[in-house]
């Protein structure tokens, strides 16, 4: 019998040991545990053995006094995550009051941090020692090992910070004038004792004076609510406030009193307490501030943004009068690629529709010859070698007149591609090789030449002179011969340069402005064909730089420079460095793994237009590298 008892006295405290185990992952919502009597906090819990589970409830103790709240889940509705339960303010008051003897209507002298225990109850009946046998002779049995002892509850606990005081008013104030908004920075008060920052929650805000709405001019008052992030409770807040409510915000660049701005500024804390009469205030206007494009063009910048052309809708029309070239196009170009032969059969599928309505008008019918104008002349230069020819020809010329610092290297290596487009008629044509691909990740420095055909430095004052990181994608199609490899590129790539708008007085203000760079790039490149592992390669082509203007969220500019490049590089092949991995490389189609460095020129203003952006790479040296793969 002793050692019975012994042996239930050691699995009542092993089961205290792993309750625990029944009940995990005890969350309160909002997460900082902070409440006053107005309030409410939500505990919420994981149940790993939900059908155990009999009741679910919150106690706490107070001078030793167990309480037990009222909110209560029985029997029912336990899932394995996310239960809840919910304790409010004045339940705790309540529990708090009875026990501390507390006077009516004293929440301050209840203020303190309380221990909440989240408790379930469970069900025994599923313990699986059914040895009832009181008989000593049994002593020796040993049939403990098999049995499974459920515990009649498990709880966790949490500390619950129970305040009832409303915080000091902010410490500081700092707004600083935006383009039709403000930015505040707000110090939140000290504690009591002075020692550190009380912890602040939101920050509610008043801005008085005069809006604008619609075409009337209005005195009013807007109010804001910014949220603390939780690593800056104790921490100098910043936040933005705009127009709202059909209500915008005047600038006032003149300095004048009556448009002026009241900022008026209450602290919350934690738990949810404020005092309206705590609270600080500044007189503050917003003004006009000049992010990348406004300040450009307060310099003198000539650019009037805006896309060149878009894709129009007449494409391959049925009644161009070119239609005979477009067809060699189709046979010759298009029908070689997938997504070219894709795009014939969707032609032919939809294209009847716009063709009868196109047909039937005059007007339309002169629409769609002029805007499928440029097509019919790139495809005269794609499919005939004489069109090649002056096309390459025309870009000499080009560099020759205007790549000042680069001429000779520029010319003598457009003078190389000219040379092999007729070489490709000659060689490729007579043998069946098929067609090649190529894919590359390449790496550029970059910072645009913005301010180089203007007065002052517009775009230098917002961003700075820091360099830019300019990755791409391309992707090609290569023939192969004898000799030489021809690979025609496309590629794509993204960088952006941000900075803080500009004042009129030429200070940097706190408004956000960020210009986005798309570049754009089709280019023919040759290299060697032989089993040597280094690869002098040239390369050139047509770019196309598509951008964008954000300032305060909004878009106020965008627009596309076309441009040209050259590049004169050399690659090391992989393939000969690690035999093994390229091997296993070419099992998967890919034959050629490089690394690549290239020396690039160009000129990127619209072929010299006056009124354009220079987005040239400002780079003395202008190297671009990256991997290479060719399949």
């Known amino acids: 019998m002793i050692k019975r008892t012994l042996f239930s006295l050691l699995i009542l405290c092993c089961s205290a040991l792993f309750a625990e185990d029944y009940i995990t992952n005890v969350e309160t919502e909002p997460g900082h545990a902070n409440l006053n009597q107005g309030g409410s906090l939500k505990f919420f819990y994981d149940l790993p053995k939900p059908d155990l589970v009999k009741k679910a409830y919150l106690q706490t103790e107070i001078d030793g006094t167990t309480s037990t709240f009222d909110t209560t889940v029985t029997d029912s509705g336990f899932l394995s995550i996310d239960n809840s339960l919910s304790l409010s303010g004045e339940e705790l008051y309540k529990v708090i009051k009875e026990h501390k003897s507390l006077e009516s209507d004293d929440a301050d002298a209840a203020d303190g941090t309380y221990s909440i225990r989240v408790r379930i109850e469970l069900d025994t009946t599923a313990d699986n020692d059914d040895d009832e046998d009181d008989d000593e002779d049994d002593d020796d049995d040993n049939d403990s090992g098999s049995s499974t ?20 008013a902010p410490a500081a104030i700092e ?5 039709k908004q403000m930015i505040i920075k707000v110090t939140p008060p000290s504690t009591e004792d002075g020692k550190e920052k009380e912890k602040i929650g939101k920050y509610h805000t008043k801005v008085t004076g005069i809006f604008k709405s619609g075409d009337a001019e209005t005195q009013t008052t807007l109010e804001y609510d910014s949220l603390v992030d939780s690593d800056s409770y104790s921490k100098d807040w910043k936040f933005t406030v705009k127009g709202k409510n059909g209500y915008e915000f005047i600038n006032n660049d003149e300095g004048s009193s009556s448009r002026a701005y009241t900022v008026e500024v209450t602290a919350f804390d934690l738990a949810g307490n404020s005092d309206d009469t705590a609270s600080i205030s500044v007189e503050a206007s917003s003004v006009t501030t000049y992010g990348f494009w406004s300040n450009y063009k307060s310099h003198g910048g000539k650019d009037d943004g805006g896309f060149c052309f878009v894709a129009t809708a007449g494409f391959g029309s049925y009644f161009h009068p070119s239609v005979a070239l477009l067809r060699d196009f189709r046979d010759s ?5 997938g997504a070219g032969k894709k795009f014939i059969g969707a032609y032919y599928k939809y294209g009847s529709y716009p063709a009868e309505i196109i047909k039937d008008s005059p007007v339309l019918r002169a629409a769609s010859r002029t805007m499928l104008m440029p097509l019919v002349v790139a495809a005269w230069f794609l499919t005939t070698v004489l069109g090649r020819i002056l096309m390459v020809s025309w870009l000499i010329s080009i560099a020759f007149l205007f790549f000042k610092p680069g001429r000779k290297a520029l010319l003598a290596l457009l003078f190389l ?18 067609i090649h691909g190529e894919a590359s990740f390449t790496n550029l420095l970059y910072y645009p ?3 180089g ?5 517009p775009f230098k004052d917002v961003a700075g002179s820091e360099v830019r990181w300019l990755p791409s994608l391309t992707f090609g199609l290569a023939i192969p011969t004898d000799y030489i490899r021809i690979t025609f590129i496309g590629g794509i790539g993204y960088t952006r340069f941000k900075g803080r708008a500009m004042r009129s007085d030429g200070s940097r203000s706190g408004d956000r402005t960020t210009m986005h760079f798309i570049p754009l790039k089709a280019e023919l490149k040759l290299r060697p064909v032989y089993d040597f592992p280094l690869y002098p390669y040239i390369a050139g082509g047509i770019d196309y730089y598509t951008w964008w203007v954000r300032d305060s969220k909004k878009t106020t500019e965008n627009g596309g420079t076309f441009g040209l490049h050259g590049t004169v590089g050399l690659m090391l092949s992989l393939n000969w460095m690690d035999p093994s991995s390229s091997k296993k490389m070419k099992e998967n189609g890919v034959v050629n793994t490089h690394l690549f460095v290239g020396y690039k020129f160009e000129k990127i203003n619209d072929f010299w237009r006056e009124k354009s952006f220079d987005l040239s790479n400002r780079m003395k040296y202008n190297f671009e590298f990256g991997l290479v793969f060719e399949f």
């Not at 966790?156 to 000091?168: E, I, L, R, S």
């Not at 707004?175 to 383009?179: C, D, I, L």
């Not at 008629?425 to 098929?434: E, F, I, S, V």
């Open 149 to 168: 002892v459920i515990p009649e509850y498990a709880e966790k606990t949490v500390k619950v910070t129970f305040d009832n005081k409303a915080p000091k």
């Open 175 to 179: 707004v600083e004038g935006g383009n």
């Open 333 to 337: 170009v298009l029908s070689n690629f």
């Open 417 to 434: 591609i000219i040379l092999a487009s007729p070489a490709y008629d000659l060689t490729a044509k007579t043998r069946n090789r098929g």
């Open 449 to 451: 030449q913005i301010d």
């Open 453 to 457: 055909n203007i007065n002052g430095t």
